[in-house]
């Protein structure tokens, strides 16, 4: 069965009602909807509505995540903060941050905060995106369970770790550059998963040293540490494998040392005894105005002029069009604003099961 599309406003207030119905308060529900509907926006269907239930749903029903959460202020300055998001719903503690953040950047020019025991915040984009849309520069990281092996290395050790800016431009859409320090991500490869696709070679590195493709496998033996992603560049030095390993632990190391949190296996999400528990994971979010710089104004016009100026360089034989970060997502969200998100067939049921499970009324696309 091909893709249906539900209409945006239905699935915003299916995944927010969905959340209410497991404790979560309305508000913050409409947030978590929000972080992963915007994944769906962007064509990131690794963080979108394909995590809904497994990432969310699940972790709260086994309660290794909290649906209330308790953003806490442990330490605070004028420009920083550091924040215990007590495993409640990531996206809130991500939201509450970076709006942080930005506060104080709005006051003193530059903010950052640093978040301990949170969980999955879902696409680091959004809280650069938050940046942005006021003018900001945004930057954003988070340590994951472990799934990278470091160059030369078979076993996972550090996290998908994405380091993420954004820039305000004076186009149609900023600069948005958010990605993993492995060559692809873990919700990826659920992805191909549920498409029934094999890894693409050079994603995987096995115990052995060798890539890896068969995708149902790899999602077991990365959990068992039989498998692990290779960095961004591939498997050893050749092509830069050694690039990607050094970000992923900058991110590691900004992720946890500046909140003294859990870091490399301590983010297994597996307990002593095999039991799962929850990630403890730690964030952080930096906002720069850029107001107090040149002006929000000429930052616009400079950051775009550079962006231009890339896409109307020489282009390759056979290629007819250059793209900046943040663009592809843009025409994806001009292709679908008006069809809606697009959900596969297994997401389907269990959208209609996570429903029928909390007696949402709700009747979906593919059920008539």
């Known amino acids: 069965m091909p893709a249906m599309y ?3 406003k239905t699935a915003y207030a299916y995944v927010t009602d969905a ?9 913050d529900a409409e947030i978590c909807a929000d972080v992963l509907l915007e994944s769906d926006k962007r064509g990131i269907e690794s963080h979108g509505v394909n995590r809904f239930k497994p990432i969310y749903i699940d972790r709260i029903k086994e309660g290794i995540q909290n649906p209330v959460t308790n953003f806490e202020i442990v330490k605070e300055t004028p420009t920083t903060a550091v924040v215990d998001g007590h495993d409640g719903m990531g996206q809130v503690i991500g939201y509450k941050a970076m709006k942080l953040a930005m506060e104080k950047a709005k006051k003193y020019g530059m903010g950052m905060v640093a978040v301990r025991n949170s969980t999955h915040y879902g696409i680091a984009g959004y809280y ?45 859409f900023d600069f948005i550059l958010d990605c993993a320090t492995s060559i692809t991500q873990r919700g990826k490869i659920e992805y191909y998963s549920r498409i ?9 590195i096995g115990e052995d040293g060798s890539a890896r493709t068969d995708t149902d496998q790899i999602l077991i033996d990365l959990n068992k540490g039989k498998a692990a992603l290779a960095p961004l560049g591939g498997i050893g030095e050749e092509m830069g494998g050694y690039k990607g390993y050094g970000y992923a632990t900058v991110v590691e190391i900004l992720s946890a040392a500046l909140q003294s949190g859990n870091f490399l296996k301590m983010l297994s999400g597996i307990g002593p005894n095999g039991e799962k528990v929850p990630y403890h994971l730690g964030h952080f979010f930096i906002a720069i105005d850029t107001n107090a710089f040149m ?23 056979g290629e007819d069009r250059i793209y900046t970060a943040g663009e592809k997502e843009w025409l994806v969200w001009q292709e679908r604003k008006d069809k809606g998100v697009p959900i596969n ?22 059920e008539k």
């Open 295 to 317: 002006g929000e104004k000429e930052f616009r016009k400079t950051a775009g002029d550079i962006l231009r100026a890339l896409r109307a360089s020489r282009k390759a034989p």
């Open 128 to 172: 650069a995106s938050m940046c942005t849309k006021e003018g900001m520069i945004g930057i954003t990281g988070t340590n994951a369970r472990p799934s990278i092996a470091p160059t030369f290395g078979v076993e996972n050790m550090l996290g998908t770790n994405p380091l993420t800016f954004g820039f305000p431009t004076d186009e149609e």
């Open 196 to 204: 029934g696709k094999e890894t693409p070679a050079g994603m995987v």
């Open 19 to 27: 959340f209410v119905a497991l404790g979560v308060p309305r508000e």
């Open 345 to 366: 067939e297994a997401v389907q049921k269990e959208m209609s099961a996570v429903r029928d499970a909390y007696n949402l009324n709700y009747v979906f696309p593919w």
């Open 6 to 8: 539900l209409d945006w």
